[in-house]
T-cell receptor, first 115, second 114 residues
Framework: SAVISQKPSRDICQRGTSLTIQCQVDSQVTMMFWYRQQPGQSLTLIATANQGSEATYESGFVIDKFPISRPNLTFSTLTVSNMSPEDSSIYLCSVRGAGMNTEAFFGQGTRLTVV | SQQGEEDPQALSIQEGENATMNCSYK?????LQWYRQNSGRGLVHLILIRSNEREKHSGRLRVTLDTSKKSSSLLITASRAADTASYFC??????????????FGKGTKLSVIP
């Protein structure tokens, strides 16, 4: 299992500003995943963060808007840049073991409201 | 892209009743997982059922899988107010380089009335 500490838990931000979300894992993991959950919707994968290499972004998400850092095997940050009200969502980080038959562990989520 | 589709989207029951949620998916899978989310917080893994399993139990949870119909169901027996949450099914999709990403359904919002 893995315990993930994610912060901030919530924030209200002005449009045009940026917010950096941090996730700290209690064990070393190869891949960390960042998801967005828009109000009342399911989770959409933003990107996969690998230590020592560039993050891999999903279709519809770009590095300029969602830069990710992964300085070591227990920590990652996601920045939401130049925010607009459409970025209001819950952002979640997650880790999984290698292979297909493994469960995912999630941080507590960051509820972002852009005004 | 969305792999799983849950129904119903919302379900309201009385405490003590059973709650059944269904998930349909599109492509072949190796396993299907169910997660719970309390009011916009992080998701918690409930149960994983492999493609060669038909039924699995964990406490008050019972999950079935019908690969011929590409569907799964989650049954919560003797529900409690604390079961109020959103429930999501998820399946691993191969994303290259030996790694798998989880794709989540739209979720069922369960309300258990005391």
């Amino acid at each position: 299992s893995a315990v993930i500490s994610q912060k901030p838990s919530r924030d209200i931000c002005q449009r045009g500003t940026s917010l950096t979300i941090q996730c700290q894992v209690d064990s070393q993991v190869t891949m960390m995943f960042w998801y967005r959950q828009q109000p009342g919707q399911s989770l959409t994968l933003i990107a996969t963060a690998n230590q020592g290499s560039e993050a891999t972004y999903e279709s519809g998400f770009v590095i300029d808007k969602f830069p990710i850092s992964r300085p070591n095997l227990t920590f990652s940050t996601l920045t939401v840049s130049n925010m607009s009200p459409e970025d209001s969502s819950i952002y979640l980080c997650s880790v999984r073991g290698a292979g297909m038959n493994t469960e995912a562990f999630f941080g507590q989520g960051t509820r972002l409201t852009v005004v | 892209s969305q792999q799983g589709e849950e129904d119903p989207q919302a379900l309201s029951i009385q405490e003590g009743e059973n709650a059944t949620m269904n998930c349909s998916y599109k492509t072949s899978i190796n396993n299907l997982q169910w997660y719970r989310q309390n009011s916009g917080r992080g998701l918690v893994h409930l149960i994983l059922i492999r493609s060669n399993e038909r039924e699995k139990h964990s406490g008050r949870l019972r999950v079935t899988l019908d690969t011929s119909k590409k569907s799964s169901s989650l049954l919560i027996t003797a529900s409690r107010a604390a079961d109020t949450a959103s429930y999501f099914c998820a399946t691993p999709i191969y994303s290259g380089a030996g790694s798998y990403q989880l794709t989540f359904g739209k979720g069922t919002k369960l309300s258990v009335i005391p």
